[in-house]
């Protein structure tokens, strides 16, 4: 089946920094990725949607200058996290979809910012 | 605007118990209703789906059947397993395929004891 992965799973950074997930299908070209949130005991939150070669479409409130998204590539989509702060600590899911307009979810990353 | 609820966990239960995550929706139109379910340490799969009213969605034993009248989508399953402790997440979308934004749960922890 279809795979996607994330780099790094886990990350602890220091408050004012930045910090660079990225997602990769491994296994099929996907033109369309989406990044989601999760805090603890609630529901998966989208947080924006990532064509290849085009500009991501962010969802209402979250800041795309906070939340950088790159889709350079049909197998990988980046999201970096700028000057991060304590409450941007969460764990972070991106999907990839094919052409069976199926989405394949990634494991997750789970950011700390100290 | 559109919503998903779910029973809250955990749900602890013993091995060939019947099972039942209840989960309702509100949404405008006709949405696509999902199961998700994530295994520990990986990424959400795809459980089962249904696209329209009176749809009933299977796989692996697990069942769910979309009643438009009770906006409703409970998942079922009659004997559990140990190998089905998860977390399961149901979701909408919008429109058929799950290519588009999808609008998940909270997540429901599932424990199956030997």
């Known amino acids: 089946g279809a795979v996607v992965s994330q780099h790094p799973s886990r990350v602890i950074c220091k408050s004012g920094t930045s910090v660079k997930i990225e997602c990769r299908s491994l296994?099929?070209?996907?033109?369309?990725m989406f990044w989601y949130r999760q805090f603890p005991k609630q529901s998966l939150m989208l947080m924006a949607t990532?064509?290849?070669?085009?500009?991501?479409?962010?969802e209402q409130g979250v800041e795309k200058d906070k939340f950088l998204i790159n889709h350079a590539s049909l197998t990988l989509s980046t999201l970096t996290v700028t000057s991060a702060h304590p409450e941007d600590s969460s764990f972070y899911i991106c999907?990839?979809?094919?052409?069976?307009?199926?989405?394949?979810f990634g494991p997750g990353t789970r950011l700390t910012v100290t | 605007g559109n919503s998903v609820t779910q029973m809250e966990g955990p749900v602890t239960l013993s091995e060939e118990a019947f099972l039942t995550i209840n989960c309702t929706y509100t949404?405008?139109?006709?949405?696509?209703l999902f199961w998700y379910v994530q295994y520990p340490g990986e990424g959400l799969q795809l459980l089962l789906k249904?696209?329209?009213?009176?749809d009933k969605g299977s796989n692996k034993g697990f069942e769910a059947t979309y009643r438009k009248e009770t906006t409703s989508f409970h998942l079922e399953k009659g004997s559990v397993q140990v190998s089905d402790s998860a977390v399961y997440f149901c979701?909408?979308?919008?429109?058929?395929?799950?290519?588009?934004?999808?609008?998940f749960g909270s997540g429901t922890r599932l424990s199956i004891r030997p």
């Open positions: 990532s064509n290849e070669g085009s500009k991501a479409t962010y």
């Open positions: 249904a696209t329209k009213a009176d």
């Open positions: 296994d099929f070209q996907a033109t369309t």
């Open positions: 949404a405008t139109g006709y949405p696509s």
């Open positions: 999907s990839a979809t094919t052409t069976s307009y199926e989405q394949y």
């Open positions: 979701a909408l979308s919008e429109v058929a395929s799950s290519a588009s934004k999808i609008i």
